[in-house]
T-cell receptor, first 114, second 110 residues
Framework: GAVVSQHPSRVICKSGTSVKIECRSLDFQATTMFWYRQFPKKSLMLMATSNEGSKATYEQGVEKDKFLINHASLTLSTLTVTSAHPEDSSFYIC??????????FGPGTRLTVL | QKEVEQDPGPLSVPEGAIVSLNCTYSNSAFQYFMWYRQYSRKGPELLMYTYSSGNKEDGRFTAQVDKSSKYISLFIRDSQPSDSATYLCAMRQYGNKLVFGAGTILRVKS
């Protein structure tokens, strides 16, 4: 199957700092990418849908000014957690949809805010 | 009522057993159905992708979709300890976002 990479895989930061997570589709072009958050032993929670070249669509309850999403190209989307706080600590997973509609997930980024 | 219902388990089976994982859904507009496997602290891995009623087979895995009953299944033959993971069903309408089940924890004991 297609490959989606995420970087970094793990990040620890101090409260109040900003963290950027990159998501890349390595062998296909993705017009649509998704960002999810997952709490321990829970299913994935969709945060936002990102279309290349346009503004992201955020799910209800997700602060767009806190979770900045940029989808600059057909293979790259970034999520920036601004002014991170301990409650933002979580597992963040990106996903990319190919032209056939299949959706592939990245390996995830574990964020720990001290 | 949730759009997609999936028993969280855990489901424990002996090595070599046939595993049956299931999801039911309420939205008849769902057209695309997927099964993902997720190991602890990893992203979900796409196992099966179907868009019509019937069976689809890939190695030890068979995905079954029954749109009339709004019921999908994933069968794993000759289960192995390495199959131990959380299995997530997911589905969507054309162009829409995926809706996930809660995920079933599977444990295959050697």
């Amino acid at each position: 199957g297609a490959v989606v990479s995420q970087h970094p895989s793990r990040v620890i930061c101090k409260s109040g700092t900003s963290v950027k997570i990159e998501c890349r589709s390595l062998d296909f072009q993705a017009t649509t990418m998704f960002w999810y958050r997952q709490f321990p032993k829970k299913s994935l929670m969709l945060m936002a849908t990102s279309n290349e070249g346009s503004k992201a669509t955020y799910e209800q309850g997700v602060e767009k000014d806190k979770f900045l999403i940029n989808h600059a190209s057909l293979t790259l989307s970034t999520l920036t957690v601004t002014s991170a706080h301990p409650e933002d600590s979580s597992f963040y997973i990106c996903s990319a949809r190919d032209l056939s509609g299949e959706q592939f997930f990245g390996p995830g980024t574990r964020l720990t805010v001290l | 009522q949730k759009e997609v219902e999936q028993d969280p388990g855990p489901l424990s089976v002996p090595e070599g057993a046939i595993v049956s994982l299931n999801c039911t859904y309420s939205n008849s507009a769902f057209q695309y159905f997927m099964w993902y496997r997720q190991y602890s602290r990893k992203g979900p891995e796409l196992l099966m992708y179907t868009y019509s009623s019937g069976n689809k087979e890939d190695g030890r895995f068979t995905a079954q979709v029954d749109k009339s009953s709004k019921y999908i299944s994933l069968f794993i033959r000759d289960s192995q300890p390495s199959d131990s993971a959380t299995y997530l069903c997911a589905m969507r309408q054309y162009g829409n976002k995926l809706v996930f089940g809660a995920g079933t924890i599977l444990r295959v004991k050697s």
